[in-house]
């Protein structure tokens, strides 16, 4: 993080015995009043050993302002209810009940990247859907899903040099473009997968976008069987590109807006797909797309019928964290699910904590 401050004082020479001076053409080059201006910008030089989950909260607080009571990332958002389908054919790869035939209770959340509340709708930021499935045995699974189709770091360091790299000078309230350029030279698995978000097809809004799990998990199924696979939940209605109105012409909320009208006109739907990997496809690095041809199987679908503001939804109060898994479903070794796991619950922790301002989107306007 870049952090900084300025100074400006005037000092008068002779109060330090400094009295000689020069004069040309009758007038004197040096005053007796000296103004001094100072500028000091410092940077964190914390090594990787010294990253911990409140390190990488405190760098997410100071990137985007105070905001007791919120998400320290996704913070804007709606919590939504309905419930998970189950065809069956899930059964084969894994033995989690969720996968049975049958139905199961969702809560979840959409949102849109990033830690500022209150920030406008826009089409090029990521969304976010997150998921609670209440299964019968008691158990939960829990997964937060973007609308990006790779992770753009691989590392907690990666994640952290990002941060500082999208960090805002005082003086410009501006990132430093030498900075960002800089990562990237650092980390180019991260270049390249900023080029693939990049170049993404952006749709209309939340209910036709597809989530994707970007993390590589691995499914047991009742023999024993164990494959690595990712998710994604893809929509029933088709794809529109997003409007290309004036944005000054649109209201701050209007993806929200639409999605709420949507859903109480009819339910929206998913299907949650899994994508099967093979030997090689890498389980460790969420950069990489694994190739397009890998068995993709449907194993039922999510129906959202309920959507209400964070200010009233028990989504509020829960932490999507990823590594809450049911038994058939277990961790890769991608390192980004343990850092996920930890900051959320710091960001969890510290929220919970505090006095929380109304969300952007109200239950006036959720109807709730």
């Known amino acids: 993080m870049v952090s900084g401050w300025d100074a400006t004082a005037t000092l008068q020479r002779s109060d330090f015995g400094i009295t000689w001076n020069q004069m040309i053409e009758g007038t004197r080059v040096v005053g007796d009043d000296v103004q001094i201006e100072l500028l000091v910008e410092a940077e964190s030089l914390l090594t990787p050993r010294e990253l911990n989950p409140a390190l990488m909260i405190n760098t997410l607080e100071q990137a985007n302002g105070p905001h007791p009571g919120f998400r320290r990332i996704h913070a804007k958002g709606v919590g939504v209810a309905g419930y998970f389908e189950s065809n069956g054919r899930g059964v084969a790869l894994s033995k989690a009940s969720v996968f049975l035939l049958g139905r199961v209770p969702i809560i979840g959340r959409l949102s849109l990247a990033g830690g500022q509340p209150y920030v406008a709708d826009a089409p090029p930021t990521p969304r976010g859907m997150a998921i609670l499935f209440k299964l019968p045995d008691g158990e939960e699974w829990r997964t937060g899903m973007l609308s990006i189709p790779v992770s753009s770091v691989n590392t907690p360091q990666g994640f952290y040099d990002q941060l500082l790299a999208s960090a805002s000078y005082p003086a410009t309230g501006k990132p430093d473009p030498a900075r960002m350029q800089a990562f990237l030279a650092k980390h180019p698995e991260s270049a390249k997968a900023m080029q693939l978000i990049r170049s993404r097809p952006i749709s209309s809004g939340f209910e036709n976008s597809t989530y994707n799990s970007l993390n590589a998990f ?134 919970e904590g505090e006095h929380k301002d109304p969300s952007a989107v109200s239950p006036a306007e959720t109807g709730q």
């Open 218 to 351: 691995r499914f047991i199924n009742a023999k024993g069987a164990d494959v690595p696979v990712r998710w994604a939940m893809v929509p029933t209605r088709p794809f529109e590109p997003i409007s290309t109105a004036d944005p000054g012409q649109i209201d701050k909320n209007y993806l929200f807006d639409a999605l709420i009208a949507s859903i109480h006109r009819n339910p929206v739907q998913w299907h949650l797909v899994i994508t099967v990997g093979q030997p090689g496809d890498p389980t460790y690095d969420a950069t990489v797309p694994w190739p397009p041809d890998r068995r993709r199987v449907d194993v039922g679908t999510l129906t959202i019928d309920h959507v209400e503001s964070d200010d009233t939804s028990p989504a509020r109060d829960i932490n999507f964290d990823p590594l809450v898994l049911p038994n058939g479903i277990a961790a890769s070794d991608d390192p980004l699910l343990s850092t996920r796991s930890a900051t959320y619950s710091v960001s969890f922790t510290r929220r």
